[in-house]
């Protein structure tokens, strides 16, 4: 197995619902991030054997295969293969960690990993189509209980006896720390900049504008979350809401990888090492428990602690999966999302996994730490996990 590295990283950054990139074609988003991720890294595109993207609601403009769409749209080599990788919310990590296992392995010496989605302009149930039947049969329902992510959110906050205040507590921390983040232009560097239609109430276009900054955060405190509304309004006990929740959010990200060999042909700088990446099964009725197992699988392959990481990335799908992964790893806080996570900055599907690995890389170059860490919990009871040095 060969050493994989990251020679490059780049994000758009995360639209918020009916933000500045509601209207922006998800083929043309992702385009944007591919062809800027070839351009910085000053390579001929011709070089990447494949690309692999994640994306999860493939339906519209995002069927057919939209990783190789975006490839082409962005003008770069049509010899270079893509696929597209649905794996839930863990779609552009698992896309991420199937490019490592490409370039590892010798399928190709180059590949680039990332992920696309545009939420505004398809919806995640817009696959879910009941004249077509139904994903899970009466044959799954033998073994598992059917149950939504709201629901499997609140088992997790029952279980591990987390109170509706906690949960506003973090959020509330998480708005501050993106807030404080976006004022410092932490984030600068890694976004590259993209020219959105802007559109009349009859939906046509009447211009573009700059989207250069993360859309989602807001002015928060506890008072205005304890007033929101509940996501389960009818559930005994339920104690989530929209502010302890992921937004609905748009964007794109992309990562070059390739052997450290090649890197050095190319005569580009290698900016991280691949430690290890996986994706792990678990619980499909509690289903958001994933970065759990995929953390300690992750530390047990590789001989680490959690001590060892500087930076930790895990997904804010509600507040409860982090604070449940908090409570079973005793992680240090001070080090976990220090920058804010998607309940402040936005969930974007297909596009998260690779926008946290963008964000922990930079994040470790910013205050020259060496290991980070990125996990998030995957909808149907898995969960990924990915383990990065800086160089």
Same mark, same amino acid.
């Given at each position: 197995m060969s050493d994989v590295v990251i020679v490059e990283a780049a994000r758009s950054a995360v639209g918020k619902k009916r933000g500045g990139l509601a209207h922006y074609p998800a083929p043309d988003l992702f385009s944007d991030i591919l062809a800027a991720t070839v351009e910085r890294a000053g390579i001929d595109s011709a070089v990447v054997g494949q690309v692999a993207g994640g994306c999860v609601s493939q339906v519209g403009q995002q069927s057919g295969n939209v990783t190789r769409s975006a490839w082409l749209a962005a003008g770069l080599d049509e010899r270079t293969a893509a696929f597209t990788v649905h794996t839930q919310c863990g779609s552009s990590q698992q896309a991420f960690t199937l490019a490592y296992g490409l370039v590892a392995g010798g399928v190709t010496d180059v590949a680039v990993a990332g992920g696309v989605e545009s939420m505004n302009q398809v919806s995640m149930t817009a696959s879910v189509l009941p004249e077509l039947g139904r994903s899970k049969t009466e044959?799954?329902? #033998?073994?598992?209980?059917? @149950?939504? !992510?709201?629901?499997?959110?609140?088992?997790?906050?029952?279980?591990?006896?987390? /109170?509706? /205040? #906690?949960? $506003? #507590?973090?959020? &509330?921390? /998480? #708005? $501050?720390? %993106?807030?404080? %983040?976006?004022? $410092? !232009?932490?984030?600068?560097? !890694?976004? &590259? *900049?993209? /020219?959105? *239609? &802007?559109?009349? $109430?009859?939906?046509? &276009? @009447?211009?573009?504008?700059?989207?250069?900054?993360?859309?989602?955060?807001? *002015?928060? @405190?506890?008072e205005t979350l304890a007033g929101l509304r509940l996501n389960l309004p009818d559930r005994p006990g339920a104690r989530h809401t929209a502010g302890t929740s992921s937004q609905i959010s748009d964007g794109a990200s992309a990562l070059l990888l390739m052997t450290g060999s090649r890197a050095e042909e190319l005569g580009v700088r290698p900016r991280a090492r691949v430690v290890d990446t996986l994706l792990v099964g678990n619980d499909p009725v509690m289903m958001l428990t994933g970065p759990i197992p995929a953390t300690q699988a992750l530390l047990e392959r590789t001989g680490f602690t959690l001590e060892d990481m500087d930076v930790i990335e895990i997904n804010e799908a509600f507040a409860s999966v982090v604070l449940a992964w908090a409570h079973e790893t005793k992680a240090d806080m001070s080090r976990v999302n220090i920058n804010g996570g998607a309940i402040a900055l936005g969930h974007p599907l297909g596009a998260t996994g690779g926008v946290l690995l963008t964000k922990a890389l930079n994040e470790l170059e910013r205050t020259g730490g060496r290991y980070a860490l990125v996990t998030m919990c995957v909808g149907g009871g898995m969960g990924t996990g990915t383990i990065i040095e800086r160089l």
């Open positions: 044959r799954y329902e #033998q073994h598992y209980e059917i @149950t939504t !992510q709201f629901e499997a959110a609140e088992r997790i906050a029952e279980k591990w006896d987390l /109170s509706r /205040s #906690q949960l $506003e #507590q973090f959020a &509330v921390t /998480s #708005q $501050e720390r %993106a807030a404080r %983040a976006i004022a $410092e !232009q932490r984030f600068a560097g !890694q976004i &590259v *900049p993209v /020219s959105a *239609p &802007v559109v009349d $109430e009859t939906g046509a &276009v @009447t211009g573009t504008r700059t989207i250069s900054v993360d859309e989602g955060p807001r *002015p928060t @405190t506890a």
